[in-house]
């Protein structure tokens, strides 16, 4: 028996089941059940976005088929790499993924869906199949599971108020009435909750800006730990329903990196741990270990290549020479909020007891420990323009790259901000980005992680999108900078 009281996702509820153990008898069961009367296949496009093919309930034999086969559909259309002549590939629902729409106009199932090829093989340029294959290398190759979690930041887009007018960067985990877009805030957080997506919280960001009349207020979502494949899919979901939310309410969002001459961007920072036997494996008693500084030393050495994946659009670049909590340097350091990598507080040094104690004086409190100690590694390279399942896979090809690596301890000294003051920066461009890639290449292609022709592609877009001269020229002329922001204000 599953609790009742906490759980928020209706399907599990009228299944009385986990998700993980959903059949396609058991989802027909909840569609009859919930009065459901539409499936949505969704699956995630080659731009990144979430794509939706929509099936009406015919009959129960039909929605079986449907949940079972999937569908055929034009490859050459969602992936740029995919050649015309060789298009055709399957979509098959993974039914772990089923949650209700809470968006369309009819009351709907809708699925997350895996690509296959005429063979019934994965389908190598399909997204979700790039970051398993990732995570299946590390686990094979080290017997550790790569967990990871996102925080995203957006921005909701109004008119000025004029009570409690908004202030220039004063919005960190502020209230209501100075906060605006609590309550899209919420909804999301609610819907999320009711989909399976596991979230730690949301709340008010720094970004705060006044801008010709507007009022651009920021936000973020910070979810909770989960295998890689599952924090990919879940940083795509909480897109979408940020933006369906935003557009319920007549706002408009953007996780753009940069959204105004002045004022902050949106970083998009990951989480990520290694567990074996369910411990957290970076962690040792008096904070992170040598395997986590190994997976660090994966990270930094990667960095330049991994900006392919995590920074897309020119307007990254811009970000990072913004400075303040902008990365730049490639280096890390303990709760440094400068460094590339930061390794957060977690609560080690058995520092709880001590403080629930001094907070609820007169009692007996119980500390109630988490199920995989919570120390993260906190990757914060990426933007909002970030294609999340590209990069996750980078992730895990450079924490297995570290991990193997005999020199990675030394190197993490090196690039440590404890003893050290000088590092290699960030590229500056999408193309010196391109270069990186390029250069590493053969790391990402290795055990068929990445296919060659889909980094062929990357690299492809990255050097015709732009170039370092219209960096340049942003950087120094606010028109020109304003221009190559409203050209990139929708991404990811």
């Known amino acids: 028996m599953i609790s009742e009281s ?286 986590g500084r190994t997976v660090i030393a994966g990270y930094l050495s990667a960095a330049k290549a991994l900006t392919a994946f995590g920074n897309t659009v020119p307007t990254s670049y811009l970000r990072f020479s913004e400075g303040d909590e902008s990365p730049e340097d490639i280096c890390w350091g303990e709760t440094d909020r400068t460094g590339l990598v930061r390794v957060p507080l977690a609560w080690n040094e058995g520092v709880m007891p001590g403080m629930l104690e001094h907070a609820n004086p007169d009692t007996s409190p119980t500390v109630v420990d988490p199920e995989i100690h919570p120390q993260t590694i906190e990757l914060r390279v990426a933007d909002g323009s970030a294609d999340v399942h590209l990069l996750m896979a980078g992730m895990a090809v450079a924490a297995r790259h570290g991990l193997e690596d005999p020199d990675s301890l030394a190197v993490a000294e090196r690039l440590s901000t404890t003893d050290n003051d000088e590092f290699d920066q960030l590229p500056s461009s999408c193309s010196e980005s391109a270069d990186e890639l390029e250069k590493v290449r053969v790391q990402f292609e290795a055990d068929d992680v990445f296919p060659g022709e889909l980094i062929d592609q990357v690299l492809e877009q990255l050097r015709s999108d732009e170039n370092s001269k219209l960096v340049k020229s942003a950087a120094k002329n606010e028109e020109a900078r304003a221009e190559l922001i409203d050209r990139y204000w929708h991404v990811g």
């Open 6 to 291: 906490f759980v928020a996702h209706p399907i599990v509820r009228v299944l009385d089941k986990p998700s993980a153990s959903f059949t396609a008898d058991d989802l027909a069961n909840a569609v009859e059940e919930l009065g459901l009367t539409q499936v949505n296949l969704r699956y995630v496009g080659g731009d990144g976005r979430l794509k939706t093919l929509a099936f009406p309930i015919n009959s129960r034999r039909h929605l079986l088929e449907v949940l079972t086969h999937g569908e055929r559909v034009d490859g050459s259309s969602i992936f740029p790499a995919v050649q015309t002549s060789t298009s055709d590939v399957y979509i098959v629902p993974r039914h772990a993924t089923a949650f209700v729409n809470p968006f369309g106009h009819r009351p709907s199932l809708d699925l997350l869906c895996s690509f296959y090829d005429e063979s019934g093989a994965p389908f190598a340029f399909a997204r979700e199949q790039i970051v398993r294959r990732a995570a299946d290398v590390l686990a094979d190759e080290t017997g550790m599971v790569l967990e990871a979690f996102g925080e995203l930041e957006y921005y909701l887009v109004d008119e000025a108020e004029r009570i409690y007018p908004v202030e220039e960067e004063r919005g960190y985990q502020e209230s209501a009435p100075f906060s605006k877009g609590q309550r899209v805030r919420e909804e999301v957080l609610g819907h999320l909750r009711e989909m399976g997506v596991q979230l730690k919280y949301t709340h008010g960001e720094v970004g705060n800006v006044v801008d010709e009349q507007r009022q651009l207020v920021q936000h973020e979502i910070e979810l909770s730990p989960m295998p890689l494949t599952e924090a990919a899919d879940a940083l795509v979901l909480a897109k979408w329903v940020v933006r369906e939310v935003a557009y319920s309410h007549g706002l408009e969002v953007t996780f753009a990196p940069l959204v105004s001459t002045k004022g902050a961007g949106n970083g998009l920072h990951i989480h990520s741990r290694l567990v074996r036997d369910g411990a957290n494996a970076i962690v040792g008693q008096h904070g992170i270990n040598d395997t």
